[in-house]
């Protein structure tokens, strides 16, 4: 099955999308098998890290930030400085990520969060999650 779920994200905003995940996997009524979150933008990702303490997702983009920084001498300036390093961002975190599904549940570790990485906005976005049997 195939689930669509849509977001209002901020300037280089963290949505924690977890339970929509497990929603979407809860109602697929998939058993055993394989969970696919996908974003479909060019300046956004999805990525996995703790959710215990709301001060990491500042630590994460700013690391992320100081990795990728917005700059002015970027080849691609179709947008802004902003909108070329959030491409950049994209493509190195990732627009994807696949999870197990076992026992009718999302396999996720204890403190583990599946989240929305904004590296623009703030923006409407969506993204989607197909569980797949087997």
């Known amino acids: 099955m195939l689930y669509k779920f ?3 994200t901020g300037f280089n905003s963290v ?3 977890t339970d929509m995940v497990r929603k979407a996997v809860e109602e697929s009524g998939v058993e055993d098998g394989i969970c696919v979150v ?3 933008h060019t300046t956004a ?3 996995v890290t703790s959710f215990w303490d709301p001060a990491g997702f ?4 700013d690391e992320i ?4 920084p917005t700059k ?3 080849k691609h300036q179709h947008d802004t400085p902003q909108d070329a390093a959030g491409h950049v961002k994209s493509a ?3 627009v994807s990520m696949d999870f197990i599904v076992a026992d009718s549940k999302l396999l996720l570790g204890s403190s583990q969060g599946i989240f929305f990485l904004e590296f623009d906005g703030p923006r409407k976005r969506q993204f989607y999650v197909k569980v797949l049997k087997g």
């Open 6 to 8: 849509s977001l209002e």
């Open 15 to 17: 949505t924690n999308i």
């Open 38 to 40: 996908y974003n479909p």
């Open 45 to 47: 990702s999805i990525a």
């Open 58 to 61: 500042e630590d994460l983009q």
């Open 65 to 68: 930030c100081r990795l990728i």
């Open 72 to 74: 002015v001498d970027f």
């Open 92 to 94: 190195i975190v990732g």
